[in-house]
């Protein structure tokens, strides 16, 4: 089928799992796409390998390739750029993960250096800094919209990506009202976890929280990969679905 879009939810630096789904895939041609969701590195201890294979996938593959910008990269950009100790340090983040995945174990407790290397985000490669800030924040095609996390609302109107001045909203908002009652051309995000959102709603193995949530016009991607969950790669306009699992 000509013009295919395959859609990858969260990775967190699970080179394994991002391979076992690739695997799955069809020959992909240069009329197909291949949208990947962000949230690339933490938690995971590949974190380098999947920016790297991410970064050549367009000479590797002839489908048009697009990276969005995920919540976590917004915060090592935020980090870098002013620091955010908040988010960087506490260890349920995942992000030292990244850290060690361009040096190698790192003994702790961190000395001093280190912890100013690891909260300010010295240790990534100058190249690798301006790819994460040319990350999209959306992307759109005649199958769908693509965004991280989900739409900015302004009263009773969801507003469409390109006209959404507070870009924060399509990275990290985890808005239910969303979820559950956005109504128009089909959304495809991730962010949060399948299993926490609306298991009533999805037509997709309602009986599995844990799977690919498709609402009405709306599906979530991110089935905890990283998290002690897989990998799901979604096929639009087919609705063929590619787990790591």
């Not at 197909?32 to 962000?38: E, I, M, R, Y």
């Not at 697009?66 to 100790?85: M, S």
């Not at 100013?116 to 190249?127: H, I, V």
Request: proline residues 6%; aromatic residues 10%; charged residues 20%.
């Amino acid at each position: 089928m000509a013009g295919r879009t395959f859609v990858t939810g969260d990775i967190h630096g699970l080179m394994s799992a991002l391979l076992r789904v690739e695997a799955q895939w069809p020959e992909l041609d240069e009329a197909d796409t291949l949208v990947f969701l962000g949230d690339y590195l933490d938690r995971g201890p590949q974190c380098a390998q999947v920016i790297e294979h991410l970064r050549s996938l367009p000479k590797r593959v002839p489908a048009k390739v697009v990276c969005l910008r995920g919540n976590h990269e917004d915060a090592w950009l935020r980090a870098i750029d002013q620091g955010w100790d908040e988010f960087i340090l506490p260890p349920a983040h995942g992000c030292l993960a990244v850290m060690e995945s361009y040096l190698g174990a790192i003994e702790q407790p961190l000395n001093a250096a280190m912890t100013n290397a690891f909260s300010r985000g010295t240790f990534f490669p100058l190249d690798v800094i301006r790819w994460l800030r040319a990350l999209p924040y959306h992307y759109e095609d005649e199958h769908g919209i693509y965004v991280h996390a989900g739409l900015a609302r302004d009263g009773q109107r969801w507003l469409h990506p390109a006209e959404t001045k507070q870009k924060m909203a399509l990275l990290w908002q985890r808005d239910q009202h969303f979820f559950q009652h956005y109504r128009g051309k089909r959304v495809v995000f991730g962010h949060t976890v399948t299993e926490y959102l609306p298991e009533e709603l999805s037509s997709f193995t309602p009986e599995d929280p844990t799977d690919m949530w498709a609402g009405p016009c709306t599906i979530g991607l991110d089935t905890g990969c990283g998290k002690g969950g897989f990998l799901t790669t979604l096929e639009l306009p087919a609705m063929v679905v590619y787990e790591s699992r």
